[in-house]
Every structure is written in C-alpha cells, then in structure tokens.
C-alpha cells in the first residue's frame, strides 16, 4: 500500500465536548460524530492529510443533563457550532513530520491543523495496531485556534476549552 483513502466507511472520527461552571448539571457532556471526511495516507513519502466537513457534525450522544437531548435540542447544537464554534470554516490537517517513538505500535505524526479560520502546529500520538487499525485521542484547547468556547445560561454553563478528538479507523488493504 502506498496511498490509502479512508473516510467514515472505515472508521469514526468523533469529537467529545465536556461541560463545567455553576450551571454544568443542567447542560451534556456531548459525543459528536463527525460524518464527512477524509484522510489520505501515503506510506511512501510518509505523510498523512486529513479534511473534514465542518458542517458534517452529528449529536450522538448527550451524557449527564438535567433531561436528555431532543431532536430539537440536538439542531440546536448543531447551529451553535456551525454559526459560534467554527463559523463554517474548513477543517484540515497536514503532516509534515512522521516519527516513530519509544514502544511498538505508536506513530507520532507532527503538522499543522487548520480550524475555525486558524493555523497551529499539532502533534499527535497514534496507536498503530493489527491490520494497521489507527486510532488516537488527541485533546485541543479551542482557544488556541481562536475558538471561543461556548456558553449558555449567561455564562453559567461552559463548554470546558479542551475537546478530545477519537479517531479510530482501519486503512483498506
């Protein structure tokens, strides 16, 4: 294999929100799935682009709250983070550095994630198994990328400025 595509059909790319502040019992702690997207991995020059719909983020779960999510609350989730968060801006990442650290199985891929309109340097560890599976969690700090974090109940209730991303996902053969 030198060039892989891997998109939603092999694997999950999931962002994890967690709440906090005076109000946080009333809000979720959210399990977005993030359904359109794509990576490119080419093994032959060592490097790694991923790009991801902004607008392609779907609730699937709320965990904790005062009363579970509706299909309304999850719309308006929805919009927050198209219109607030991200404000629609492209999603993407591109590595210029692969190393392999201390341990099998580990990959540490360095290169600049594109966000909300921002450009920053990340690396990531990644966990390479059987068959090649490759899955990560990586945490962000939103306001590093000029994301202000959101807020709701006059401030009372906060989305906390670290995200973890999860990704999990098997290249074709």
């Known amino acids: 294999m030198t060039v892989a595509r891997i998109g939603p059909e092999q694997g999950s790319l999931l962002v994890k929100t967690y709440r906090e ?3 946080a019992k009333a809000g979720h702690d959210l399990v977005l799935e993030v359904t359109r997207w794509e990576a ?3 093994t032959a020059s060592g490097t790694l682009e991923l790009s991801a719909d902004p607008r ?3 609730v699937r779960e709320g965990l904790g709250g005062v009363k579970p999510l509706t299909d309304r609350d999850r719309g308006e989730i929805r919009r ?3 219109e607030k968060v991200l404000r629609g801006q492209p999603i993407a ?3 210029n550095a692969v190393r392999i650290p201390e341990g099998p199985g580990r990959l540490a891929v360095e290169g600049e994630l ?3 309109g921002s450009t920053r340097p990340l690396t990531a560890e990644l966990d390479v198994g059987e068959g090649g599976r490759v899955a990560a969690t990586i945490v962000l700090t939103q306001s590093a990328w000029g994301i202000k974090p959101y807020r709701g ?3 009372a209730l906060k989305v906390r400025d670290d995200v973890e991303i999860v990704v999990d996902a098997l290249p074709p053969p």
């Open 40 to 42: 490119t991995l080419d």
């Open 93 to 95: 990442f591109r590595s």
């Open 21 to 23: 502040g005076m109000a």
């Open 56 to 58: 392609a983020l779907e």
């Open 153 to 155: 109940l006059m401030g």
């Open 80 to 82: 927050n983070i198209d």
């Open 114 to 116: 594109t966000m909300a």
